[in-house]
């Protein structure tokens, strides 16, 4: 048990109006919506980790929306309409993300996304299927030409072992580090408390507020409660259909001359690589082991950082000498389809999770439907 002194108390415990539990994309937008809605209410996020611990600042830093073999995978799981609506959310949180931070602040560059291909069938059945997805999105990104056939940019990349490229244009990269900063001040400069390394253990509905137990030992008692915990969410409820997923990720040493550019995603967007910093950011490798991958745990495995290093070796990097510098991983939350969870929990409770692997994508998006929610 932490003993509080009576102004820790009063200041940050005490007539909590809303306290939002995850301090990510989804739940700073939130604060940021609510206390923009109300700015004299009292808006408390408090984060598990003494930085952001889900995936909003250990992601790849991709501003996308959805490469042609993921659209056309979705297609065989949703219908039409729900796919296309959530590739509008997407494309929509960007531009939300953009509008509240600023591309400066963001470090956004629209380099171009590009899907990779080795496998010469499955290009094909990619490549057939480009005129269909950029009629269905000409009017969500306002472009007749989303995607198009790349291959002339093969050499100019430096890969090996790789037939066919697919661009997509309308695709970036942000500086994931500079994104999560800028928002953090941006929420505090409200006049919200953003306070770090309280991890919630149970929470409990009363009649008019929340009882929030953490693992510290302190309780408190604020009105509404927000769960923004993505990958972490069944935690704290369980009975939501939302998994962790593990994606881990590795980046080299600056490289001299170093030819790649953009966004890029390879088999099937199970592994996604860029640069950033005259170095490469590779990840992914999940269809490795999924079940091992629906985890919390934040390590990193020899099975798929061997894989990933394989990959860089002879695909992405041939005759190239680098040394990696960095491995992390981050927490995703998934469900069996990749529609996001905005919902009451209870009276009090309500939850915004399930991102599906785009939260800078969605996440702002997200966030500002669960601020209208509560203030409903």
């Known amino acids: 048990m932490i003993n509080l002194s009576y102004w820790e108390q009063d200041t940050y415990f005490s007539n909590i109006d809303v ?4 301090s990510g994309i989804v739940g700073l937008t939130a604060a940021l919506e609510l206390k923009s809605a109300n700015p004299l209410q009292k808006i408390v996020v408090i984060e598990r980790g003494f930085l ?3 995936a909003s600042s250990k992601n790849a830093g991709f501003s996308c929306f959805g ?4 659209l056309l995978d979705d297609l065989t799981k949703n219908s039409e309409d729900n796919v296309f609506q959530i590739v509008e959310k997407r494309w929509k949180g960007l531009q ?6 600023g591309d400066q602040n963001l470090e956004l560059y629209n380099l171009g996304g590009y899907e990779v291909f080795n496998d010469e069938v499955f290009y094909n059945q990619c490549a057939d299927k480009i005129p269909y997805l950029n009629s269905m999105l000409k009017d969500i990104i306002g472009n007749e030409s989303v995607y198009k056939n790349a291959d002339a940019k093969i050499g100019t990349f430096g890969f090996n072992n790789v037939s066919h490229l697919i661009e997509n244009s309308f695709e970036g990269q942000i500086n994931s580090g500079k994104m999560i900063s800028s928002l953090i001040r941006k929420v505090q400069e409200t006049g919200v408390f953003i306070l770090n390394s309280l991890e919630v253990k149970q929470l409990n509905e009363n009649e008019h507020n929340v009882a929030v137990e953490l693992v510290n030992g302190i309780r408190f008692n604020p009105k509404k409660v927000l769960v923004a915990t993505n990958g972490f969410a069944k935690q704290l409820l369980p009975e939501l259909d939302v998994q962790p997923a593990r994606a881990q990720v590795l980046i080299t040493e600056p490289i001299e001359n170093l030819k790649i550019e953009g966004t890029f995603h390879y088999d099937a967007g199970y592994y996604y690589f860029r640069n950033i910093d005259n170095r490469v ?3 992914g490798g999940r269809n490795l082991d999924f079940k091992a991958e ?3 745990d934040m390590e990193v495995t020899e099975l798929i950082q061997n894989k990933l290093d394989e990959l860089l070796k002879t695909v992405i990097l041939p005759n190239t000498e680098y040394k990696v510098a960095q491995r992390w991983s981050g927490i995703m939350g998934v469900g069996e389809v990749k529609a996001t969870i905005v919902k009451p929990i209870s009276k009090n409770i309500y939850c915004a999770v399930r991102m599906g692997g785009m939260g800078v994508a969605i996440g702002s998006l997200i966030g500002t439907e669960a601020a209208e929610m509560i203030n409903e």
């Open 67 to 70: 490469s042609v073999s993921e």
């Open 96 to 101: 939300q993300l953009r509008k509240n931070l």
């Open 19 to 22: 306290l939002i539990v995850g």
């Open 281 to 283: 950011l590779f990840g």
């Open 294 to 296: 629906e985890t919390t």
């Open 52 to 54: 952001p611990c889900g």
